[in-house]
């Protein structure tokens, strides 16, 4: 098999990473400068990760609320003087299902809210979301709730000229089907030319 310099280099390259993978040779943890990959979220959470919109059951105003929820970050608006931006955790084992909100950060005039809880019921039927709250204890049903929100999964609109803010990298157009292999570091190894 004859092969280019560069592509000789190149496959002694992925070689000794593949071989250092083999034989189990450590690395140091990540630095504050090099991000890590975020754990799996628990099939309860994933189910609830998205862009949600609906009402507060009984508002005979209709005011829209959004939820958006990323990983365990939990965002609830319904206006610039009535939002929250919380952490979520999913305790286990709990009938109905139970959501406990830890707020984090909110509209002004709401200060006196940030690091309390909000202990909620929820459950997921026909693509609607519903949340229950009521007072310092969590509902024990959806009828006893003081107050409850129904709440769709929606694909947020995109404006005009707006670009993604999805974090899926985005393929580029001019990427070859089948890139050739040894290719790859041919913009970061030049070799001496003889």
């Known amino acids: 098999m004859n092969m280019t ?35 799996p979220i628990a099939s309860e ?18 005011q829209k609320i959004t939820i958006t929820i990323t990983n365990n970050s939990f965002h ?3 206006d610039k003087n009535f939002w929250f931006e919380t952490t979520i955790t999913l305790p286990a084992g709990t009938d109905p299902k139970q959501l406990h909100a830890t707020i ?13 809880v ?19 204890e969590p509902p024990k049903t ?16 995109r404006r005009k000229g707006e670009t993604s803010t999805s974090k899926e990298p985005e393929t580029p157009t001019n990427a070859p089907a089948n890139p050739d292999p040894l290719k790859i570091f041919d913009d970061i190894i030049t070799l001496p030319s003889r």
């Open 5 to 39: 310099p560069k592509g000789a280099l190149a496959f002694t390259v992925v070689s000794s990473l593949l071989l250092c993978l083999q034989a189990g040779c450590t690395t140091r943890p990540p630095t504050a400068s090099q991000p890590t990959t975020p754990p």
């Open 45 to 62: 959470l994933q189910l609830l990760q998205g862009y949600w919109e609906g009402a507060m059951v009984g508002d005979e105003a209709h």
């Open 76 to 78: 609830f608006h319904r």
């Open 104 to 116: 984090k950060g909110c509209a002004p005039g709401q200060e006196s809210s940030v690091g309390k």
């Open 118 to 136: 909000v202990l909620a019921i929820f459950k997921i039927e026909d693509g609607t979301l519903t949340l229950a709250v009521d007072g310092d």
């Open 142 to 157: 959806f009828a006893d709730a003081s107050s409850r929100y129904n709440v769709k999964k929606v694909q947020p609109q």
